[in-house]
């Protein structure tokens, strides 16, 4: 997801789309668990899409 993307997101939607993601992240960490193994980048993607979601919500909590 880009950044540009997340930006035009509210702070809901957002709040909605890191839980999603965080159950992403626990299921690819389960696969890998028990030998599934994923692609790594994917670990990869999500944990940074993480971040910019998280750095979002906190540019847009210091506006207000």
């Known amino acids: 997801m880009k950044i540009a993307d997340i930006r035009e997101k509210n702070d809901q939607e957002l709040q909605g789309e890191l839980k999603s993601l965080y159950k992403e992240q626990f299921n690819l960490r389960m696969q890998r668990g ?31």
């Not at 790594?40 to 919500?57: C, G």
């Open 34 to 64: 028990v030998q599934q193994s994923p692609k790594p980048s994917e670990f990869k993607k999500v944990r940074k899409t993480i971040a910019r979601i998280k750095t979002v919500l906190n540019q847009n909590s210091k506006k207000v």
